[in-house]
């Protein structure tokens, strides 16, 4: 599943390249092949459509498949050692540890000087100074030489590790620009050593922070809801996701936050990003897609419900009441809640509305706006104003008096406007459902 994290991360380099003129290229990186499955691939591609990026803008480059380049991997290897800047090595893990007489202890160099002609190849780190990477959003950062022990580059049958690839595709495709998540920072001297060594200038760096949760704590796969396609099939629009993510470690100003991408892409700048921790607040999502539903042509809001409306539900029934939902619904899945009273048989049974609602006088604000509903007209007003009369019979306010006439036609405490829902539900069912839950309270 595509991490909101890694569609964050997406986002800030599609717009950078839109914004620039360049282009976005997405790389798969499938070397590993424990980590590599077509669906993975499949599914990383339908996400990042999903919010708009994809081969439909000239922006769009690829993709490209780590694997295709393997020969470019090797070369550079073989360049590298020709040039003294990697070597050979055969020390096992257990020989390095037998050395140093620690288990943490990094590697010690002991095949810098050997001569060796096979093994697997390390790159040879510099021995003194430090490797400065500047970074975009956190300016100048420092990694010491000496911490940095000569790092694998190709296993003993050739095969480059991705610290290589990376950097090899990244010259191949020409990249200006890396922008990708905090955690990736460590790697970053290793990899611009590599640059260094093989000719070319580095990259722009530019690491963004981290997305938390309300606990602080690290966005994980294993404990939050992170995946990008869970939040689209839960109902939230590609177009609200979109929004709201780029504002994690970015804002466009003037406390601006709802606002198209069209408008966030001129003012988008990666040195504006936040280098602090940036909180992902599942509430204030909600509140973004809702400001989004809302905003949709009705037309369109109907469209975007169907997955979630059963086959047999008549749409010219739900159209009379797709625009009153619309107002109501933060996520589209909750749709089905707000409308499924109107074709069911009888209404959806949830215990704690019952127990909530079908109390005090319950029995007799039934039975008098059952009575009414016989002769009433079936128009909003006049269904409020019969049960507001109701209500007064038995010295209640029209707002507990709704209670338990709601419960009775839809099944829950909360919905759609109630005498709306009556209206259309239509007099004979609204009467049904009321003696049914007259007979369930008197039985």
């Not at 955690?183 to 990259?203: D, I, R, Y």
């Not at 499924?340 to 127990?355: K, N």
């Not at 109390?359 to 009414?372: D, F, M, Q």
């Not at 099944?411 to 406007?417: A, E, F, K, M």
Request: hydrophobic content about 40%; glycine content about 8%; overall charge negative.
């Amino acid at each position: 599943m595509f991490h909101v994290g890694g569609a964050r991360s997406a986002l800030f380099n599609w717009a950078l390249a839109e914004q620039s003129g360049g282009r976005f290229v997405l790389r798969i990186e499938d070397t590993d092949a424990a980590r590599n499955r077509p669906e993975w691939t499949a599914g990383i591609i339908s996400a990042l459509a999903a919010i708009g990026i994809n081969g439909d803008n000239p922006v769009f480059e690829g993709p490209y498949f780590q694997s295709a380049y393997e020969e470019q991997h090797r070369e550079a290897v073989a360049k590298l050692v020709a040039d003294g800047r990697a070597y050979y090595c055969t020390c096992t893990r257990d020989e390095v540890k037998a050395r140093t007489g620690s288990e943490h202890q990094g590697y010690d160099g002991f095949c810098r000087d050997r001569g060796l002609t096979e093994g697997a190849v390390r790159f040879r780190t510099p021995d003194d100074g430090t490797t400065v990477v500047e970074d975009l959003i956190r300016g100048t950062v420092e990694f010491p030489n000496d911490a940095m022990e000569d790092f694998v580059i190709a296993r003993g049958d050739g095969s480059p590790l991705f610290v290589l690839a990376n950097a090899v595709d990244d010259i191949e495709m020409r990249i200006s620009h890396v922008i990708r998540g905090e955690e990736h920072l460590s790697n970053t001297p290793k990899q611009q050593l590599l640059w260094q060594a093989l000719g070319v200038a580095p990259p722009v760096w530019a690491h963004l922070p981290v997305i938390v949760n309300e606990k602080r704590q690290k966005l994980s796969k294993r404990r939050d809801k992170v995946a990008l396609e869970s939040y689209l099939e839960e109902g939230y629009l590609a177009e609200a996701m979109v929004n709201y993510l780029m504002l994690l470690g970015w804002g466009p100003g003037d406390d601006r936050e709802i606002m198209p991408w069209s408008e966030m892409v001129p003012l988008f700048k990666l040195e504006n990003v936040n280098p602090s921790s940036a909180f992902f607040d599942e509430k204030k999502l909600r509140a973004f897609n809702g400001e989004y539903i809302r905003a949709l042509p009705l037309s369109s809001f109907i469209a975007h419900c169907e997955p979630w409306l059963e086959p047999g539900w008549d749409r010219e029934t739900f159209a009379k009441v797709a625009e009153l939902a619309q107002t109501r619904i933060a996520v589209l899945s909750e749709i089905t809640a707000n409308v499924d009273f109107l074709f069911l048989d009888e209404p959806v049974f949830d215990q704690a509305s019952w127990d909530k609602a079908m109390k005090n006088s319950a029995v007799e604000i039934l039975t008098g706006y059952l009575a009414r509903l016989e002769t009433v007209d079936m128009s909003p007003e006049s269904l409020k104003t019969a049960l507001e009369e109701v209500g007064i019979e038995h010295g209640l306010k029209l707002g507990k008096a709704q209670a338990p006439v709601r419960v009775a036609v839809t099944g829950r405490t909360v919905g759609l406007p109630l005498f709306e829902s009556i209206e259309v539900l239509g007099r004979e069912r609204s009467k049904d459902r009321l003696r049914a839950a007259l007979a369930k309270l008197e039985g």
